[in-house]
């Protein structure tokens, strides 16, 4: 990577990009240029510290971030990203299954079972225990199975829950049950078949460990327990965990975030130097927007402390209007 890229970045962002081994917290506030600092942070792995490139794991959590992060990786380093390592938690997980999941009691060829599939099959679990769909609806059932794996939870980890009567975990385990025999895989056991191959095998706990020498995720505010447990597993030899997020921007915590794991960051790693980095400087709103966000923003109790410094000229005040409906 050439000077002329570091030139470009902000002192923060530049910090952050050179920072040393060891875990890094970026703290990237919104509009702060954090896509653009992990990739920047990525070329200079490469090129300052020698680090080769396919020794590298990038981690987001849409494929549009994927895509998005593949395409400003070939743009700075050409090569169609140089063979770094990028993609989803679902999709690297998958890729790592391909090669391990017979380990787990499923051919490597197994199948990702689709959404109406999924619920077929749900329903004609409970059909074949006479358990009608007012007494206990699939999507109930299916959420409450999601909410386990979401947690790293197996069913004879989760924690006993009935209803009507109806014991849920035996539900949980004969679905896993059949889903096994059928060569199958739902989207949320990707994740956590890959965290109990790093938690309960360890011959593949130590290839998979000794694959990557850094990895680097975004949006970290959003993880969830299991996702949170396959980053901390992945990384527990070498410590080279960058994490890239804005607790301040945490809003997924009904679909099983947990802000807690960037709030504690810090004292996951308490026994090795933590490096923390903010990002302060916002290139997308004016001074009167942010003064007003980080007014509403410094109400809230737990939150790392950042400022968003706007680079842009003032503009129009921001307005109260209520409105009758979201048209």
Known sequence: MGGDDMVALNQAQQHAVE???????????????????????????????????????????????????????????????????????????????????????????????DSDDQRTLIKRLLKERNIASDRLHPSYLLGWIEHCKHAGLMPDQATEQLWSGI???????????????????DFSDLILNTVRLLRDVPDIAVALRSRFDHVLVDEYQDTNPVQHEWLTLLCAEHRNLTVVGDDDQSIYGWRGADVRHILQFEHLWSGVPVGIHRLEENYRSTPSILKLANAIIDHNVERHAKVLRATREDGALPAWKVCNDEY
Do not use: C, W
């Open 19 to 113: 920072a040393g081994d060891g875990p890094q917290l970026i703290l990237a506030g919104a509009g702060s240029g954090k896509t653009r600092t992990i990739v920047h942070r990525i070329g200079h792995l490469i090129a300052a510290h020698g680090v080769a490139p396919h020794r590298i794991l990038a981690v987001t959590f849409t494929n549009k971030a994927a895509a998005e992060m593949k395409s400003r990786l070939s743009d700075l380093m050409g090569d169609d990203g140089g063979g770094v390592m990028s993609g989803t938690f679902h999709a690297l997980s998958l890729r790592f299954l391909r090669r391990y999941a017979d380990a787990l009691g499923y051919p490597n060829s197994f199948q990702v079972i």
């Open 167 to 185: 014991d849920l975990r035996e539900l949980y385990a004969t679905y896993q049950t059949q889903l096994q025999q059928l060569e199958r895989m």
